[in-house]
């Protein structure tokens, strides 16, 4: 048995990656476009393992996904491959589209012929696990309910929109032509490998940089934030256990504004690692133009998954957000080569004459 991961070089992706080959003894095959995202230093420890394969190449390529399906023979596809900043869809929304649209209905074709032509015995138990978010739901009031799985879709920004056209393909690849699909629409996550774009790690890195901490707006926008381990451990719940073609919102009980989130930052980097003019941290928050269409919030109703599957998150906001500052301050060269673009050197080189994987021609 084998499962193919798609875009497992990113921040979620990668963390899925190491914790699926810490627990299993089944291999995996990652198939990774690696973008500016997609990072194959978090693999490093990795790279002698046998139980795991780098592929590199695009979800789009179907000969490409084609051949890796014929040779590895996965039981499961988990696609995690995606462009994911809302920030950079504003700015330049085509790679959404080619990426989180073309390439799930690519790979759900190239899917489809390989399932199509599987036995009986293995078409029951095959499943296509596709990596969603709550941002398809759009944005809550303060006092609405959260997100149930059956809560309109409302995209507001080209990121969720292009997620919401990618889960809608995959609903209708079951629907049509019963392609056994699963679908997990979760909330922020925060951890280990998170690229210093997003809220948490670019207020980590910034503030120990001296650089300003940019809180958009008036930093009252509310997100449910989950450790990407507990993001990780849903997915094989639902892998495992989950009913074929349903639903499962994947969220952490655990709404917080993101002035919250800052001010959470600063404090344990004071503790940490403090200044060395004695200031906290939070001297650094400068507040900024707000983004277009901010959505206001998101809140995740996750009583589907416990209910059905049994899955719990298992760290607390305090226990993750502390494990998360840890680790950015244990691993600074991670951040500098980050940072400096010396991984992109690293793929060029390593990756930069050919797809390794790719057959002779
Ligand atoms: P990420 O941007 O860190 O990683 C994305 C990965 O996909 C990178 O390794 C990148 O190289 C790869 N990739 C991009 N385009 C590709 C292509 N065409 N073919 C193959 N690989 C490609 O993203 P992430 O934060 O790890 O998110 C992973 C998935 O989880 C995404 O689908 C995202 O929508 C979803 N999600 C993320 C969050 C979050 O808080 N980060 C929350 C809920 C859902
Ligand atoms: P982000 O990490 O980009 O995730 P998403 O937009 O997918 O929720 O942003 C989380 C929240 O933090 C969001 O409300 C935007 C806000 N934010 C800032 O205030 N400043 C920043 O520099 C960034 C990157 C985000």
């Known amino acids: 048995m084998t499962i193919l991961v798609t875009g497992g070089a990113g921040f979620i992706g990668s963390n899925f990656v190491l914790d699926w080959l810490a627990q299993s003894d089944e291999p995996v095959v990652n198939l990774d476009k690696l973008t500016y995202a997609g990072n194959p230093e978090n693999l490093v420890s990795l790279s002698k393992h046998p139980g795991y394969l780098f592929a590199h190449g695009d979800i789009q390529d179907a000969t490409l996904v084609d051949r890796l399906l014929a040779e590895h023979r996965p039981r499961a596809v988990v696609n ?44 029951t138990t095959w499943r296509f696990l596709h990596v969603s978010t709550d941002e398809v739901y759009g944005s809550l009031a303060p006092t609405d309910d959260a997100f149930s799985e059956t809560h309109r879709y409302a995209p507001n920004s080209p990121y969720s929109a292009s997620k919401a056209a ?11 032509y019963g392609l056994p699909v699963l679908t997990t629409n979760c909330s922020n996550n925060y951890g ?17 940089a001296g650089k300003p901490l940019p809180v958009y707006g008036d930093g009252q926008q509310v997100r449910d ?23 499962y ?8 504004p993101n002035l919250e989130i800052v001010h959470t930052v600063c404090d ?39 209910q059905e599957l049994g899955w719990k998150p298992s760290e607390t906001f305090e226990s ?38 790719a057959p002779a021609a």
Request: positive net charge; charged residues 25%; glycine residues 8%.
């Open 166 to 176: 990618s889960d809608h393909l995959v609903r209708a690849y079951h629907h049509t």
């Open 268 to 306: 344990l980097l004071d503790e940490l690692k403090p200044r060395a003019d004695g200031k906290s941290y939070r001297a650094q928050i400068t507040y900024v133009a707000d983004r277009p269409g901010h959505d206001r919030r998101y809140a995740i109703d996750a009583r589907k998954i416990e």
């Open 320 to 357: 993750g957000i502390r494990k998360t500052v840890q680790w950015y301050l244990e691993n600074p060269a991670w951040v500098a080569n980050v940072q400096n673009g010396s991984y992109r050197e690293w793929v060029a080189q390593q990756y930069g004459h050919g797809n390794p994987v």
């Open 80 to 123: 995690f491959a995606a462009e994911s900043h809302v920030d950079r869809s504003i700015s330049g929304p085509s790679a959404f589209i080619q990426t989180n649209v073309v390439g799930t209905f690519q790979l759900l074709e190239s899917v489809r012929r390989y399932w199509g032509k599987l036995v009986d015995a293995e078409r």
């Open 192 to 208: 280990p490998y998170h690229f210093p774009e997003k809220l948490i790690p670019l207020m980590i890195v910034n503030a120990q």
């Open 249 to 256: 919102n994947i969220g952490g009980w655990n709404e917080k």
């Open 225 to 247: 934030w989950l450790y990407v381990k507990d993001h990780c451990s849903a997915i094989r719940r639902v892998l495992y256990k989950g009913r074929m073609g349903e639903v």
